[in-house]
């Protein structure tokens, strides 16, 4: 029988860390390990979480900038959406943010963005909609109500009868317990800007070249959750509510336990994707390839905002740098200059400027003009927020603290 005193501390344990653990699935590693560990705490059938030596050695990345800004929401979604549209799509994209509310409901009308544009409604609708999906999800959304049915439908797409619910929820209706639970994971505004903007991080995969063949591993393969067994066999032998109570916490076990393994899957097959598309690039044999999130979400079978939101926030460590995930996701450009290579010279105009005097978009856009590049002051911002590198002004900053870039 399980003792009143270690009921009690479990069930405030339980309401200390009970999170959505869909999201868990796409916490950079660093946030995943804090919330494996929180687990642990309060998880009696948890005995330990098991982390390789190897992941110091392989994972922490002490060489920054670009793992050392953290962008805010509004900057993520902005990446998100240039990444993924161009042209005329871009542009009404750019429109719809335009008209967000500080909490990131759209305040606009479709009808007037429609007709500015020359398109239909119903073409603006589609991409509103297609940016409500990106990451921060729900971006875009027009009320509470709407923002709720696609968090809805991206965290628990198996279970369609929550939805049922939602009108209940909203005009405060009794559910069941385990209803409500659910719901209380949902957020009630799709921009919430954390008050962390910069920090060290550990990166979530590296690719390394060993004797000329490029190996990707992840932070998964490093981890594991080491059960209980005197909880186990404590639950075999348990009755009534304390089997109910124990139970609970082995299932919240196995889920964690399922979780890790659902992240090896996907995120292995998109590193592998990564790792055949821009193999040149990888080795330093050549420039980055036309790959698209699209194309990968095809072939791992799930959605693009999937993929998306798998690859947000994640960087991996290559024999050629640090990079965000997002960076090996390349659209063809116009006038022959690649993506890559704008980056790449970005990157290394920024590593070589002086720290107590960075450079500004337009210093940087004025070097590439000199070189023979015919860029302009927002294509660099562009790719400098897609690498995720501060602004000059953020990066003098960190510089006066002594953080460095």
Known sequence: MLRPDLQLRLKLNLNLVLRNQVEVLLYPAQELEQALKEEQEANPFIEEVVVSPKVREFFEDRRPPEVAHRPSPLETLMRNVRAELDGLDLKIAEEIISHLDHRGFFRGDVRVIAAKFGVSPEYVEDIREF????????????????????????????????????????IG???????????????????????????????????????????????????????????VDMLSKAKGKAREFLKEYLDRCNTFRKILNIRRENLKKILDEIIEVQG?????????????????AAKLGVSESTVSRLINSKYVKTPQGTYPFRFFFVRETAGGISQEELMRRIKEIIAGEDPTKPLSDEDIASILRSKGFNVARRTVAKYREMLGIPSSRERRRLSSCGGGI
């Open 280 to 296: 040149d690039f990888l080795k330093g044999e050549g420039n980055l390839r036309t790959l698209m999130v699209k194309d990968v």
């Open 173 to 231: 209706e009794e559910v069941p317990d385990h209803i409500r639970v659910k719901f209380s994971h949902l957020k009630t505004s799709p921009l919430v800007d954390e008050d962390v903007p910069y920090r060290i991080a550990r990166v979530d995969a590296v690719i390394e070249l060993d004797d000329g063949e490029l190996m990707g591993y992840l932070y998964e393969d490093f981890i594991d959750i080491r059960v209980n067994q005197r909880y």
């Open 131 to 170: 940016v409500m999906r990106l990451e921060p999800l729900g971006v875009g959304s027009k009320d509470v109500k709407e923002f709720l049915k696609i968090q809805i439908e991206e965290m628990y797409p198996d279970e369609r009868h929550l939805q049922d619910y939602l009108e209940k929820v909203l």
